[in-house]
């Protein structure tokens, strides 16, 4: 049965890029999953609609990070004095072969699917780890919660450790099996082709990950260009490639389905054109470029030639899963790459970023990120009235304050998909 209402607020988001929509005591309007409308007073057709008052608070859509590592949550804040490959090998690596057991996996993927639920985090793209098992237990645990996913096996079968490596055959059939299980299991959890990086797949690998991602119609996540270290690597296994981008373009890795390629620090001119033509999102993941000392991505760049970009907290190289840390760390990265540019690349403005963080992000799930009519309604409320304020503040300002110093405990309310989302802990 469709459920309608509407929440009334402080309205604030992004429809364009750089522009807030700002509606002061105004009116969502929800029919099922949808937004009908934003108004500033509720017409006679509305008479009846039950409202929801949040008096003074703030209404924002809800945060969306497109990268993440489910798997690696309880490494949080470990090993971050290292490089990429170096971190893989002492922390990360042995923490995920801990998930050939389901029951660490249930452990610490009920504590983080509650963390995400506490930062607002509506919708996320994850990687979970090789094993079948907990990867579907991680897309059961995400349908319970009401928050939204796509979830991918990662797919590992070389230049890993022996308990993090799969057969090519065991690699893409269990990747098959999930896919026709879980594609059409749940409406806002969904399955993901997930090739860890270059490095970790062979040729054949790659190949068979790109045809089944087409065959099933499934979206690819992976990692691209982080590191030079990396960078280096992937030149050695495939001197025939042009560049590490091409790797997935000749696999069918590339955009033949929506693809999200997390980082991109260090691309150059021609896979920058490579992303723009295959219409791939850049996850931009600023913690985790600084941790690991990976670079400053140009993202200005990217976007004024055309790149869809999002924002993510690449956890555990990231270390907060915190939206208002992760926009004013890439305002801070942006800051320092105008000057380290000679001022060509223009510091990113906070209503830019906080588009790339809900409707940037977002348009990856379709209609999401943004109170436009049909868009799907994910909300937070946001209660700011706890935060010092010796002066009157509007409310672009409010969002400023909220974002640069407020936490997870003025996030009041979470909506996704026109439902309110209670606390996960009572489901596990
Ligand atoms: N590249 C390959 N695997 C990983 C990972 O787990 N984290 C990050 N940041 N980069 C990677
Ligand atoms: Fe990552």
Redesign the pocket.
Same mark, same amino acid.
């Given at each position: 049965m469709r459920i309608d209402y509407a929440v009334k607020g402080n309205i604030i988001f992004t429809k364009e890029f750089g522009k807030y929509e700002v509606i002061k005591d105004g009116y969502i309007v929800v029919q099922g999953k949808l937004v009908k409308g934003v108004y500033k007073k509720l017409s006679g057709e509305f008479i009846n609609l039950k409202v929801i008052d949040y008096g003074n608070a703030m209404i924002i859509p809800g945060f969306v990070d497109i990268h993440l *590592?489910a798997s690696?949550f309880a490494n949080l804040g470990l090993g971050l004095d290292k490089e #990429?490959m170096p971190w #893989?090998e002492e922390y990360?690596f042995p923490e995920e072969a801990k998930y050939a057991d389901v029951s660490y996996a249930k452990k610490v993927y009920s504590s983080l699917i509650r963390e995400l639920w506490k930062f607002g985090i509506t919708r996320s793209c994850v @990687?979970a780890t090789i094993h079948k098992g907990s990867t579907k237990l991680l897309m059961d645990m995400f349908a319970k919660s009401g928050l939204s996913a796509y979830v991918g096996k990662v797919n590992m079968d070389r230049n890993s450790p022996d308990d993090l490596t799969e057969k090519t055959e065991d690699s893409i059939r269990d990747t098959e099996e999930i896919l026709k299980e879980y594609s059409n299991k749940y409406e806002l959890v969904k399955p993901i082709v997930t090739p860890? @990086?270059v490095p &970790?797949c062979s040729t054949d690998l790659l190949k068979n990950l790109g045809r089944l991602a087409k065959q099933y119609n499934v979206p690819v996540q992976s *990692?691209l260009c !982080?590191n030079y270290g !990396?960078i280096n690597f992937v030149k050695k296994l495939h001197p025939d490639c042009k560049n590490y981008t091409s790797v997935y373009s000749k696999a069918g890795l590339l955009g033949e389905v929506p693809t999200i390629m %997390? *980082?991109c620090v260090l691309v150059d001119e021609d896979e920058i054109e490579l992303l723009v033509e295959k219409k791939v999102f850049v996850a931009h993941?600023p913690s &985790?470029n600084c941790n #690991?000392a990976s670079g400053n991505a140009p993202i200005r760049k990217l976007i004024t030639k055309g790149v869809k970009v999002g924002l993510a907290s690449?956890i555990s %190289?990231g270390n907060t899963l915190s939206m208002m840390d992760i926009i004013v760390n890439a305002a801070q990265v942006s800051n320092i790459k105008w000057i380290e540019s000679g001022r060509v690349d223009k510091p990113l403005k906070l209503t830019e970023l906080f588009y790339l963080a809900t409707k940037g992000g977002g348009e990856f799930f379709g209609k999401v990120g943004s109170f436009e009519e049909k868009y799907e309604f994910d909300a937070l409320v946001i209660d700011d009235s706890s935060m010092p304020a010796f002066k009157t503040f509007s409310i672009e300002e409010r969002l400023q304050r909220f974002i640069y110093t407020g936490d997870d405990r003025n996030i009041k309310v979470r909506y996704v998909a026109g439902k309110k989302i209670e606390e996960p802990k009572s489901y596990f």
């Open positions: *590592h690696q #990429l #893989l990360t @990687f860890r @990086f &970790s *990692h !982080e !990396e %997390a *980082h993941c &985790s #690991l690449d %190289a």
